[in-house]
């Protein structure tokens, strides 16, 4: 069959794309073996954050007592689950995005998709060539670890998380990055006796250590242990887990792995478009193309597995695929927020990525929110890294850290310069207002 672009993978950016170049006139081929929409709707960004959000409301509900008088909580998780289901679009099933898909003029198709030659996908023994040429958009599973008794055991990920319906009367989390600390946390607030097992020294490892060392205290001052620095010698299962760290026994009723993310292009055919069939990622350009007739977008590029960095990239090989002008895919600005309480919102550089990559390096905290903080009883904490008069990367910690960053990423990615964010109005009393203490201290 022959059409205009193919592409294989439909995650956020793979839909964004097919969409995009179908309603441009284009005969779009849009080929994935799982859900169309990804990981993020069903099983990451949006399910884990309306967990997140109801712990949150747990949270706030027995903070009344200190606030505004007396008040009862009964946390209540089938409301949770009843939500998530539904929104999934009831028990995971794909059938509205697909429509919306075909809707816009895609040609879906069902199934493992294979190059097999420049241009070319084949997919059950059907054969695609595409004039134009093929978005590889093929993304990521949940890396499972080799440890000693694992296999075979009724582990979760957090696929399996957020379909839980009843929550285990204890959970030990292995792996304490964004996701696992993020559910660590939810499940802790709805009662779940929580222990976070992380190899790395500490928790949150590719944030700034200021950050890292205040959600630490948080969670400890919450109930969850945090065995950081850990080596897991094995997993026993016996009806309940039992997990072997640093010779010490943890038991818990549920294992829940959050361990990172492997991506998937093993068996998608790359040597047979002259690239390396055993790459763990894929490289791609400024303008997301990675050989002949072929861009990639997504996590396999390694560039950020977050859903608006598939989107943005989604946009560049789309704008190069119908040979328009428009800007080359710049990283410098990229951002993420860890959904922790409090929030953990970074963008571009930490100051030890900053320093190895030289320059003039300094740097400016606030170690806390101010008299918001104050009124809020809530932690957090404000660090700037500047190269000269500009910031290169900078981290805002707080109810609202995610929301603070804006301001910040938009300094980053303009390169305003520190004298100008130095004349602004800081609105008071804000959390924002900790940016101004943090550029006092550069």
């Excluded at 030659?117 to 670890?145: F, H, I, Q, S």
Aim: with cysteine; hydrophobic share 45%; proline share 5%.
């Amino acid at each position: 069959m022959d059409v205009d672009v193919i592409v294989l993978g439909l995650g956020p950016g793979g839909e964004s794309a097919a969409t995009q170049l179908a309603k441009e006139g284009l005969r779009v081929v849009g080929i994935d073996r799982r859900l169309v929409g990804g990981e993020c709707p069903y099983y990451g960004c949006i399910p884990s954050k309306m967990m997140i959000r109801a712990a949150d409301a747990l949270a706030e509900g027995r903070r009344v007592d200190g606030l505004a008088g007396a008040a009862t909580v009964r946390a209540d998780w089938s409301p949770v689950a009843t939500r998530i289901r539904d929104e999934a679009t009831t028990d995971w099933d794909d059938q509205v995005a697909v429509e919306r898909l075909e809707a816009a003029g895609v040609t879906f198709v069902r199934g493992a998709g294979r190059l097999t030659a420049p241009g070319t996908v084949e997919v059950d023994g059907t054969t695609y060539v595409a004039k134009r040429g093929v978005v590889l958009n093929t993304g990521t599973e949940p890396a499972v670890p080799p440890i000693p008794g694992l296999e075979g055991t009724p582990f979760w990920t957090n696929r399996e998380a957020v379909r839980v319906t009843d929550l285990p009367a204890s959970l030990t989390v292995i792996g304490g990055g964004a996701i696992g600390v993020e559910l660590a946390q939810a499940f802790s607030r709805f009662g779940v006796a929580v222990t976070i097992v992380e190899a790395a020294p500490r928790i949150l490892a590719p944030e700034e250590p200021e950050a890292s060392v205040l959600v630490t205290r948080v969670l400890e001052n919450q109930g969850i242990r945090v065995v950081a620095g850990a080596e897991i010698s094995s997993v026993a299962h016996d009806g309940s887990f039992v997990i072997d760290v640093d010779g010490v026994s943890l038991p818990s009723e549920q294992l829940l792995l959050a361990t990172g993310r492997r991506n998937n292009l093993a068996d998608i055919g790359l040597d047979s478009v002259g690239l390396d069939p055993e790459a763990k990622l894929l490289q791609v350009d400024e303008r997301m193309r990675a050989g002949e007739r072929l861009w990639g977008i997504g996590d396999i590029t390694g560039k950020g597995a977050f859903t608006h960095m598939s989107m943005y990239q989604a946009e560049i090989a789309v704008r190069d695929i119908l040979d328009r002008d428009g800007p080359a895919a710049d990283y410098r600005a990229v951002s993420r927020v860890t959904f922790t309480d409090p929030e953990v919102g970074s963008v571009g550089l930490t100051e030890h990525a900053a320093r190895e990559a030289g320059g003039d390096i300094r740097t400016g905290l606030s170690r806390d929110l101010g008299t918001r903080g104050w009124i809020a009883q809530s932690e957090g904490l404000v660090k700037l890294v500047a190269d000269g008069d500009v910031l290169v990367g900078a981290t805002a910690v707080g109810p609202s850290g995610g929301e603070v960053l804006s301001m910040l990423t938009a300094a980053v990615h303009a390169r305003i310069p520190i004298p100008t964010l130095k004349t602004m109005h800081f609105a008071y009393p804000s959390f924002h207002r900790s940016v101004m203490t943090a550029l006092a201290e550069l």
